[in-house]
């Protein structure tokens, strides 16, 4: 409890984050809607991948708002919070390509070094607050 006798909090976040995989789209037959969607997902993954390298090179410049994906991953992404990242794949030689692409992807991302902090207490009612403003 604080000095004024309200109760304190430390509140933190989970993000958990599926980005599946690049679509593509001659392969996978997908025609409309299906084709502008794997499109958006490439163009997000594309941006991730770019913010990615950017952190790796200790770029000055790190481009988290070219996609909604790597403005909701800032705080992952060389913030102050922990980041685990599983890549998923595939045994068989037709994903070999797949494979080694999400391999890569996953060792560039393993090469940022994040600052993890242990998030301050709050008032019960500066939580609050501070829900209602967002």
């Known amino acids: 409890t604080s000095s004024e006798g309200d109760e304190l909090l430390r509140v933190g976040k989970l993000n958990l984050v599926d980005l599946a995989g690049s679509e593509n789209i001659g392969r996978s037959g997908a025609v409309s809607q ?70 890569e992807y996953a060792f560039r991302a393993k090469s940022i070094k994040n600052r993890p902090t242990m998030n301050s207490m709050v008032t019960k009612k500066e939580l609050l607050a501070d829900y209602t403003r967002r």
Do not use: M, W
């Open 34 to 103: 299906r084709a502008r969607e794997a499109g958006n997902i490439n163009q997000s993954l594309l941006a991730l991948g770019k913010v990615i390298n950017a952190l790796v090179e200790h770029q000055p410049y790190v481009p988290y708002r070219d996609s909604k994906l790597t403005r909701l991953l800032q705080e992952s992404l060389g913030g102050k919070n922990k980041t685990c990242i599983v890549a998923t794949v595939g045994p068989a030689f037709s994903s070999l390509e797949e494979t080694i692409s999400t391999l």
